[in-house]
């Protein structure tokens, strides 16, 4: 299994930014798909998660509102759209799968860098 970020970068703060995560290698029911991110100097933390057959969303407190996940099943990709981004949304974003019944994620994406300036 395979999961490619991309569409970081640098962004002025109150700006947008669409990250995707094309997966390859299985297909994706029963799984969730998941966003995390990791700041400078923190812990990964949880960003948003997808249930891949439903489209059910969730999402950290710190993002509600500014961010959104989606799935393309065609595409087998995932998305992540962030609005309104702030200083504070600055890190690295992983994107991940994990079967539904599994208590951890299995696969991981690269990362791929978000800068917020302020």
């Known amino acids: 299994v395979q999961l490619q970020a991309s569409g970081g970068g640098l962004v002025q703060a109150g700006g947008s930014l669409r990250l995707s995560c094309a997966a390859s290698g299985r297909t994706f029911t029963n799984c969730i798909m998941g966003w995390f991110r990791r700041a400078p100097r923190k812990e990964r933390e949880f960003v948003a998660a997808?249930?891949?057959?439903?489209?059910?969303?969730y999402y950290a407190d710190s993002v509600k509102g500014r961010f959104t996940i989606s799935r393309d099943n065609a595409k087998n990709t995932l998305y992540l759209q962030m609005n309104s981004l702030k200083p504070e949304d600055t890190a690295v974003y992983y994107c991940a799968a994990r079967h539904f019944s599994h208590g951890s994620y299995d696969y991981w994406g690269q990362g791929t860098l978000v800068t917020v300036s302020s």
């Open positions: 997808v249930v891949w057959n439903d489209g059910s969303a």
